[in-house]
Each structure stands twice: as C-alpha cells, then as structure tokens.
C-alpha cells in the first residue's frame, strides 16, 4: 500500500499536488521531492511492491534508456504483474484527492496508476525523469506500446529533455530538476567540518562508523588528490570502469566511489551485483592501484547523516566524475557544480544538458578510458582551470536549477492545465 512521506496539509485555495514515486529515499528523485514539497501545497507518497515487481521496473528503466532487450515485453505476463501489483494501490487516493487536484506520477514505476486516479477525477501528470536520445526500437517504442492505456489517460507528460517524452502526448513540458543550496547535501562546509566528517566516517582514519561502510586498503591520505564518483550501485553509472580508471593517473590521484548501501534500496535491485563487479574489477588490480581507490556505502537509514557524508565527499574531492553510459539528468553533477567543483561527466542525456564542455566542466565519452583518464589528469595538473570551470558552474546552478524555479515551473504547468 502506498505510504506518505510527506503529509498533505488541508486548507488551501490552491489545487493539491500529490506526487507519488516508488522510494523515500536513494537516488535523484526522491532527492528532488524532498526539496520540492516545501515550496507547493503538496503531498508525497510511495508505492509498494514485491522483488518481481522491481525487477521488472528495473528491466523498464534500462529499456527507456536504450540498454534492454525489447522483447521481453512481447510476452504479457510481465506487465499483467505490472499493473496487479499497483492496482489495488490506488484505493489510497479515494479519500485523499478530489476533483481537480493534480497528481503527478514519477517514472516507470508509478505510471500504471494513471487510469484509477484519473478516474477519480484527478488530472494525472507523469514526471519522468529518465531517458536517452535513442531510436525507438532500441527500446522506448515498446516502452510505450506497452503503456499505451496508461499513457492515454494522462493530461500532461514531464521530462528533462524533449526527446524523453513519448511520442504524441498532449501537453508535453520540458522541466529540468533542481537542488536546494542550503539542505545538508550542499550547504557550506569549513575545511575543519569536512576533515573531520571524513574522519568520523572511516575515509582518512581506521575509524568505524554505525551509517557508513568504508572498503579500503589504507586510509585515505591528507595529501592525495582525489576523484570522486557518487551514485547508486546501478550498471548505468558504470562504477566498475570509474575504478578501471585508476590505472594511469598520477601516484598521488585516489578515487573515491561512494554509493548508497545496495540492500536498502527496494526499487533497485541490481545494487549489489553490481558491487560485486566493482569488487571483481579491484581485485584485478595491481596492489597499487588498488590501494588508491575507496569504497564508501553510505546508510539511507540516517537521511541527514548521509546528506552531510556526501556533501563532505564532495568538497573534499578535487575533480567530481560522473562518468554514466546514459543519464537523464545526474543530480549528483549539479550538486558538485553548486560546490564550485571541477566536473567531468559523460556527453550523455541531462549531463549534456547541465555541462558545456570547457566551459563549466568537461564532457568525455563514456567508452573511451583513455579519454576519461586524460581530462581528469589534465584537469588535476590545472588548478587555475578547475577553478575557472567550479565557478562558473556554480553561478550556473544557482541560476538555472534552483527549487524556487522548479516550483514556479509546477505552478504554470498545473494552470495550464485547468
Ligand atoms: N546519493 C546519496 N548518497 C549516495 C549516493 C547518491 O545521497 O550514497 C544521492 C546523490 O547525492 C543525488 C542522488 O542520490 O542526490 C542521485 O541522483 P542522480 O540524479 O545523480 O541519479 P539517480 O540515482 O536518480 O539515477
């Protein structure tokens, strides 16, 4: 049954927003919501669902980005699990929505709720946060042949890129995510609060911490040069080539690769086989190499916790990567960017977005190691460069990604559509 994160206060003039999404913590969006729902009148709430269920949802969210076999979903019997186990959720909103309220549906995971709410009366939007710039039939095509009933109740479709959406949609807007500067994950830190997040949580000390679990050959030395990737343990975010990555840079460069604990994350299931590859890749390493990269799995079960260990991470490191194979926006680079960090991510989907290459970071190709290990070597030898490209990016994101704007951006969606 859905579960509310964030409760609807009664008694206002304007619509309710109810935003439903499949996590109340562990990855972008449920990153975004938080901020979000204190600027709207709005309610928060998550689905439930079984290990089949997400697994299936994961199997979608790869076909939306190009990176799964179509057809799979020749065979019905998945989406029939699809939609029995979001069925009977829907009850929830009978007592909570009422005629004209917006509730708005985020990524795969919660779309096949858009018939029963907007049968309640409800205008139904669908955010959906993810995508890639491919052809149809490498995977979004039977995406939506497979939704078509979902996707022909809705009033209106949100992406971050035009070329997200689905095809044909009517009211289609093209809303990019935003941070909030001053939450825990990006306010300001003293170098002295940054030295000693990272001590307390075990990355420079042999400390042991109750919400993070540091895998590491030494401690992180105070005077190494450090690249950062935080993510999810998910194969799009390709952490087993970041640690490949380690082989060729400068003696004194240590990678650190900081991701949530994989078990706690029920909508994402490959987490830990994922891990085991980025485990498989370090131990193929020489023991030098080795000893230059870190492993952080970080708690959710402590939100603020895991906010301020991230943020520290951050400001600690002297290049953020986020080297994804696709990305429909990648949260994690505006939150290095508003840090005045130096980025280099891949030229893929939102990231090509956030990043003009030169200007405000550097943008690689995924695929190409050499290249990936190039920029950052060069980017760590400039100092005067990372600078340059940190500030600017920073001025970017206060100007571009604030929450201010993304609920103005609600608001004038929600009026067109009454
Ligand atoms: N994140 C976190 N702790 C971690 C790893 C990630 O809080 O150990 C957060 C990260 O700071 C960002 C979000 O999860 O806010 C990831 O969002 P992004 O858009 O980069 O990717 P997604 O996970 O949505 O694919």
Redesign the pocket.
């Known amino acids: 049954m859905l579960t509310p994160v964030w409760e609807i206060e009664p008694g206002s003039e304007e619509p309710l927003i109810v935003h439903v999404n499949s996590t109340a913590t562990?990855?972008?969006?449920s990153?975004l919501l938080r901020g979000l729902v204190r600027h709207q009148f709005a309610g928060w709430a998550v689905i439930a669902g079984t290990a089949d269920f997400y697994a299936l949802t994961k199997y979608l969210h790869h076909l939306l980005h190009g990176r799964a076999d179509p057809g799979l979903l020749d065979d019905p019997a998945p989406m029939r699990t699809y939609r029995a186990t979001l069925a009977p959720q829907s009850e929830w909103f009978a007592r909570r929505v009422t005629h004209g309220d917006v509730v708005v549906l985020h990524d795969p995971q919660t779309l096949g709720l858009a018939p029963a709410v907007k049968a309640m009366g409800a205008r139904v939007v669908w955010h959906c946060?993810?995508g890639a710039e491919v052809p149809p039939e490498r995977g979004p095509g039977a995406f939506w042949r497979a939704f078509a009933p979902e996707l022909a109740t809705l009033d209106a479709v949100v992406t971050t890129l035009p070329g997200f959406a689905p095809p044909g949609v009517r009211n289609q807007f093209v809303i990019p995510?935003a941070?909030d500067p001053a939450a825990t994950?990006n306010r300001e830190l003293t170098r002295d609060e940054v030295t000693s997040v990272l001590a307390e949580n075990g990355l420079t000390t042999d400390r042991v911490s109750a919400g993070v679990t540091v895998t590491q050959e030494q401690p992180l030395p105070h005077d190494a040069r450090v690249v950062l990737q935080?993510?999810?343990w998910?194969r799009?975010?390709d952490m087993p080539g970041v640690a490949r990555c380690i082989v060729g840079l400068p003696e004194d460069v240590h990678l650190v690769l900081?991701?949530?604990d994989p078990t706690e994350i029920p909508d994402d299931p490959e987490g830990l086989a994922v891990l085991a590859e980025v485990r498989e890749t370090l131990a193929g390493l020489s023991e030098a190499d080795r000893t230059r990269v870190h492993l952080?799995?970080?708690s959710?079960k402590q939100p603020e916790h895991?906010?301020l260990?991230?943020n520290a991470l951050q400001r600690r490191a002297d290049v953020v990567l986020?080297k994804s194979l696709e990305?429909?926006?990648?949260?994690?680079?505006t939150?290095a960017m508003v840090k005045g960090r130096a980025v280099v991510a891949s030229a893929v989907g939102g990231l090509r977005l956030q990043i003009e290459d030169g200007h405000n970071g550097l943008l690689v190709d995924p695929a190409d190691l050499d290249g990936v290990r190039a920029a950052l070597t060069g980017l760590l030898d400039d100092p005067a460069l990372r600078g340059q490209l940190g500030e600017r990016a920073r001025a970017g994101v206060l100007e571009r990604y604030s929450m201010r704007r993304l609920a103005a951006d609600y608001e004038s969606l929600v009026a067109r559509l009454t």
């Open positions: 562990g990855g972008g969006v990153e946060h993810i995510p941070i994950k935080v993510s999810r998910d799009l975010k900081a991701g949530t952080v799995n970080i959710l895991n906010a260990v991230v986020q990305e429909g926006f990648g949260l994690t680079a939150e």
